[in-house]
């Protein structure tokens, strides 16, 4: 009896035990923290690489195997992809959005002529360190820029 009484006031190894209950813990937190600055990271890279392929076809005009290099090039990762293939539409400015049209046709908003429209898609393929059941990632970042040419 003495010798648990003895125990149980006996705090030496408190702080180890702490430690080894909450390092489980802390390193789940870490590695977490670590894959959302990484999707963070990867958004940014599909971001601009969509702006770049989009400002390519602006000065450029289209030409989808030339975006997708422009895409590729612009981030120092070889994972950022122009996918879907860049593609090029027709179609009139609305509130909501580009509405498809006939090239040449006039736009009923404005009698103005149906304009050509780029649709650069940047992707990224993403592969969390640590996957937690509580926390979904998306497995593809993608970003998208659409741009006027004519």
Known sequence: MRLLRAFRKDESGLAAMELAMLSPIVIVMVVCTIDVGRLA?????TQYAAA??????????FDSQAISAAIQAATSSKSVLASPTPGMMCGCP?????????????CPAS??????????????AF????RVPV????????SQSIVRIQ
């Not at 990271?41 to 890279?45: P, V």
């Not at 009698?111 to 940047?122: I, L, P």
């Open 41 to 45: 990271l990867a958004k940014t890279w």
């Open 52 to 61: 770049a392929g989009a400002q390519y076809a602006v000065q450029k005009g």
């Open 94 to 106: 609305g509130e909501t959005g580009i509405t498809p049209a006939t090239c040449g046709q006039k």
């Open 127 to 130: 592969k969390p360190i640590f």
């Open 135 to 142: 926390v979904s990632y998306p497995e593809q970042v993608t």
């Open 111 to 124: 009698a103005r002529d149906a304009g050509s429209y780029v649709t650069v898609t940047a992707s990224y």
